[in-house]
T-cell receptor
Framework: DAGVIQSPRHEVTEMGQEVTLRCKPISGHDYLFWYRQTMMRGLELLIYFNNNVPIDDSGMPEDRFSAKMPNASFSTLKIQPSEPRDSAVYFC???????????FGNGTRLTVT | TQLLEQSPQFLSIQEGENLTVYCNSSSVFSSLQWYRQEPGEGPVLLVTVVTGGEVKKLKRLTFQFGDARKDSSLHITAAQPGDTGLYLCAGDDYKLSFGAGTTVTVRA
């Protein structure tokens, strides 16, 4: 099992640019989560999906953020336009079902200058 | 405002010493999970506690869930440099909420 795969590992972009983060969950996992981690705020849940359907997006900071899950093996988190305060490590995680533990990817470190 | 408060924020000890990390909340959780995160990696699950008063042991790590299911502790006996990392607790109340974490450094 390859685990949760995220790409890219690092992204450096200029303010105003569009950023797309990608995630491949573990095969067979029904839930997919996007988290953001910063020193100030810790690990925050942005949005999660069940069977490719967004269930709770209350953690998405603002309209500049959007997430999609077109199929069971792929999800994207897009920021448009990006701002310096979006700089953080973004994690994708998946779980087998509602009560199973989360399996995290190794994250994407985003720096917006 | 964090739903889960972890303390201390930082902990630095010598190899062989014991340490305890705390996770507290005013909310009741159906379960609580502990994760460890190393630099450049995602958090990895250590244990899940479900029953109030439950104690689980994982080698030198002992996890306890409070009777009221609002708090938890992690105790490490005879810490080793390999225990260094960020320890995160996460409470499940329909969605998983994480504490800010405790950064543990074990010096050789």
């Amino acid at each position: 099992d390859a685990g949760v795969i995220q790409s890219p590992r690092h992204e450096v972009t200029e303010m105003g640019q569009e950023v797309t983060l990608r995630c491949k969950p573990i095969s067979g996992h029904d839930y997919l989560f996007w988290y953001r981690q910063t020193m100030m705020r810790g690990l925050e849940l942005l949005i999660y999906f069940n069977n490719n359907v967004p269930i709770d997006d209350s953690g998405m900071p603002e309209d500049r953020f959007s997430a999609k899950m077109p199929n069971a093996s792929f999800s994207t988190l897009k920021i448009q336009p990006s701002e310096p305060r979006d700089s953080a490590v973004y994690f994708c995680a998946s779980s087998l079902n509602r009560f199973s533990p989360l399996h995290f990817g190794n994250g994407t470190r985003l720096t917006v200058t | 405002t964090q739903l889960l408060e972890q303390s201390p924020q930082f902990l630095s000890i010598q190899e062989g010493e014991n340490l305890t990390v705390y996770c507290n909340s005013s909310s009741v959780f159906s379960s609580l999970q502990w994760y460890r995160q190393e630099p450049g990696e995602g958090p990895v699950l250590l244990v899940t506690v479900v029953t109030g008063g439950e104690v689980k042991k994982l080698k030198r790590l002992t996890f306890q869930f409070g009777d009221a299911r609002k708090d938890s502790s992690l105790h490490i006996t005879a810490a080793q440099p390999g225990d260094t990392g960020l320890y995160l607790c996460a409470g499940d109340d329909y969605k998983l909420s994480f504490g800010a974490g405790t950064t543990v450094t074990v010096r050789a």
